[in-house]
């Protein structure tokens, strides 16, 4: 499976801004299986924090405190895609920000904290200028 992230850029304080990942492929042949997927971000000098997550099993979705009432992930099952929609962004919310998705039938939050996973998309940079 390959993951392909876009939507990083430069917003000012208060903007929004939309991450997207797309996977494609399959785990052994098998194109059908549940997920969870989400967005880890990584500031310099901090550690990697499990943004947001989504689970295609109990279809449960999973937010850290720092963004929560901010951020919404939501899923289109049809193209295999995931979008993290980022309001009221935060200067602290500067960040390398990965797409991350393994094979899973749990839920949201636990998937969002194991920081494990299959497949790692590459990183797209969201720099917010106060």
């Known amino acids: 499976v390959q993951l392909q992230a876009s939507g990083g850029g430069l917003v000012q304080a208060g903007g929004s801004r939309n991450l997207s990942c797309t996977f494609s492929g399959s785990f052994n042949g098998f194109t059908s299986f549940f997920y969870g997927i989400g967005w880890y971000r990584q500031a310099p000098g901090k550690h990697r924090e499990g943004v947001s997550c989504?689970?295609?099993?109990?279809?449960?979705?999973y937010y850290s405190d720092s963004v929560k009432g901010r951020f919404t992930i939501s899923r289109d099952a049809a193209k295999n895609t995931v979008v993290l929609q980022m309001e009221s962004l935060k200067p602290e919310d500067s960040a390398v920000y990965y797409c991350?998705?393994?094979?899973?039938?749990?839920?949201?939050?636990?998937?969002?904290?194991?920081?494990?996973?299959?497949?790692w998309g590459q990183g797209t940079q969201v720099t917010v200028s106060s």
């Open positions: 991350v998705l393994s094979r899973y039938k749990g839920g949201a939050e636990y998937f969002c904290l194991i920081n494990d996973y299959d497949v």
């Open positions: 989504f689970s295609s099993a109990d279809l449960s979705t």
